[in-house]
C-alpha cells in the first residue's frame, strides 16, 4: 500500500489496492474502470445509487465580502467559518454566444462553450467533450441571422470546411447526394444532429441510453492552472476530469456520429480524426480563489506563509471562508439538456457543491458523486501536485470544508 498522508480520508483507498469493497461502498475511479491506459471508459456502468451530502456544515454567521483589509487576528472568531457555498433562490439566465472546436495537445477534441449571463459580466464556459451534448440557446435562431453567421457563432452540426455553405451537415449531405426528402437510413446522420432535432422539441437532449454524464464543476485558479503553483491541486483536478471524460468510446463501430468527424479533412496527410470519446463537460466558472479574487488569494498566500490556513487567510482579509455559488452552473447544465430523471455523475470532494449545483428545485439530479483524489496519494507520490504546501491545503479541505476524499 502506498504511504498517503495521515489527514486522508480513512476510507479513502489506493488506486491499486487488491482489498475488496462491499457492493456500493467507497466507490473510487478505479471502481469506475478510469484508468490511464487502454481503458474502456464510463459508458455501460451500471447506475450507481444516489450520493447526497450527508454532511450538512455549521450554520454560520452571514459575512459581507471582504476589503482586502488587515484585520486583527482576532477578528476571526466573529467572523466564523463560512465555508457554505450560497443558494440562490433563482436560477440565473445564461446564454451560449458561441462555441468553438478546441482540438486539444492530447488528440482529444472538445469544444468550448462561452455563456453571457444576467447574474454577473464574466465570460463563463462550458468545455464539452463527445458528439452528445449540445446548447439548447446557441441552437435558437436569432432574428436575421444568416447561415453564414450561424456558422460563425459555432451553431452548426458536424464540422466546418473551407466552402460550406450550410450550418446544418444533414441539409448538407442531403444536397450533395441530391436528395429531396428522408436520407436513407446509411446516412451518416450524427447524434449532434439527432440531440440538436430532440433539443427542439423536449428538455433533455443527453440520450438517456448512454447513462448518466460525467460533469466537473471547476473554478479558476490562475495560479495553479497557469503558473505550476503546487499550493493547491486544482491544475491537476483540471486535466484529470479532461483525462476521464476522453477516455475512449467503448466501442467505437457503434458510437453514435462516430463515422462524422472530420470526414471532409481525410485527403490531408495526417489522419487528424479524432478518437470518438465517452464525454461529459466541465463548467468552468471564474471564480478564482473561491470567490475572493486573484488579489485577494494572493494576500491569502502571504497569510498562510505567515502560518494561517487557506480558510483563517480567508477570514482574516474579512471574506468568508469559500464566497462561491453555483447558480450558474446549474443554468448552464440544464442549457446543454442535462436536466431530467437521468442525472449527472459530479467529480468532486465538494459535499456543497453537490448540494447547490442540484439548484432551488432539484432542477438537476446529482445520482453519483466521484471523488477526486489526489494523483500523489494514489501513485505514492511519484505523480502529481506534492510538497508541503499542498498536503497542508488538503488537510485543511478535509478538516475545515469537510472534503470527502472516498466515495
Ligand atoms: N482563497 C483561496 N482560494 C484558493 C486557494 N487555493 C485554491 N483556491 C481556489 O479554490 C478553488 C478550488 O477550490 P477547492 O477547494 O480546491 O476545490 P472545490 O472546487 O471546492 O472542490 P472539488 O470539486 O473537490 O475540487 C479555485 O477557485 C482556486 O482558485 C487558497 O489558498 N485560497
Redesign the pocket.
Known amino acids: 500500500m502506498p504511504d498517503f498522508p495521515a489527514h486522508a480520508s480513512p476510507a479513502f483507498t489506493p488506486a491499486a489496492s487488491p482489498r475488496a469493497r462491499p457492493k456500493g461502498h467507497d466507490r473510487t475511479v478505479s471502481d469506475l474502470r478510469l484508468t490511464r491506459e487502454g481503458e474502456k471508459g464510463v459508458v455501460g456502468v451500471p447506475a450507481p445509487p444516489l450520493v447526497s451530502p450527508a454532511y450538512t456544515p455549521p450554520r454560520t454567521p452571514d459575512v459581507g465580502v471582504g476589503h482586502d483589509g488587515e484585520p486583527a487576528v482576532d477578528d476571526r472568531a466573529e467572523l466564523g467559518p463560512k465555508t457554505k457555498a450560497q443558494f440562490l433562490d433563482e436560477l440565473p439566465e445564461v446564454t451560449c454566444e458561441v462555441r468553438a472546436r478546441i482540438p486539444t495537445t492530447t488528440g482529444t477534441e472538445m469544444w468550448l462553450h462561452l455563456y453571457h449571463n444576467n447574474a454577473d459580466e464574466k465570460e463563463h464556459l462550458a468545455i464539452v467533450f463527445g458528439p452528445n451534448i449540445r446548447s439548447k440557446s446557441l441552437d435558437r435562431q436569432r432574428p436575421g441571422e444568416s447561415e453564414r453567421e450561424r456558422m460563425i457563432r459555432g451553431a452548426y452540426v458536424g464540422t466546418l470546411y473551407p466552402g460550406r455553405t450550410s450550418s446544418r451537415r444533414v441539409e448538407e449531405i442531403k444536397k450533395e447526394a441530391g436528395f429531396g426528402g428522408t436520407l436513407p437510413a446509411s446516412s451518416p446522420a450524427s447524434s449532434e444532429e439527432l440531440s440538436m432535432q430532440a433539443s427542439e422539441g423536449s428538455e433533455t437532449t443527453y440520450p438517456p441510453s448512454l447513462g448518466p454524464p460525467l460533469v466537473r464543476?471547476?473554478?479558476?485558479?490562475y495560479?495553479?492552472e497557469t503558473v505550476w503553483s503546487a499550493?493547491?491541486?486544482?491544475g491537476e483536478?483540471l486535466d484529470e476530469a479532461a483525462r476521464l471524460m476522453s477516455l475512449p468510446w467503448p466501442t467505437p463501430s457503434t458510437t453514435p456520429g462516430s463515422d462524422t468527424p472530420n470526414s471532409h479533412s481525410h485527403s490531408l496527410p495526417f489522419d487528424p480524426t479524432p478518437v470518438p470519446s465517452c464525454g461529459g463537460v466541465i463548467i468552468y466558472l471564474r471564480?478564482?480563489?473561491?470567490g475572493?479574487g486573484l488579489l485577494?488569494?494572493l494576500k491569502?498566500?502571504n497569510l498562510?506563509d505567515l502560518g494561517h490556513d487557506?480558510m483563517e487567510?480567508?477570514l482574516l482579509l474579512r471574506h468568508p471562508g469559500d464566497a462561491r455559488s453555483y447558480g450558474l452552473a446549474t443554468s448552464m447544465l440544464l442549457d446543454l439538456g442535462l436536466g431530467g430523471e437521468n442525472g449527472i455523475k459530479l467529480l468532486?470532494?465538494?459535499p456543497e457543491?453537490v448540494r447547490a449545483v442540484e439548484g432551488p428545485n432539484q432542477e438537476i439530479r446529482v445520482v453519483e458523486r466521484v471523488p477526486?483524489i489526489p494523483l500523489a496519494w494514489k501513485t505514492g507520490g511519484l505523480e502529481g501536485v506534492r510538497g508541503p504546501e499542498v498536503e497542508r491545503?488538503l488537510a485543511t479541505?478535509i478538516e475545515k470544508?469537510k472534503?470527502m476524499f472516498s466515495g
Do not use: L, P, V, W
Not at 499550493?231 to 486544482?234: H, P
Not at 471564480?287 to 473561491?290: K, L
Open positions: 464543476i471547476h473554478s479558476e485558479c495560479t495553479g499550493r493547491c491541486d486544482c483536478q471564480q478564482e480563489g473561491r475572493i485577494s488569494k491569502a498566500y498562510q487557506t487567510a480567508n468532486t470532494n465538494n457543491k477526486m491545503y479541505k470544508f472534503h
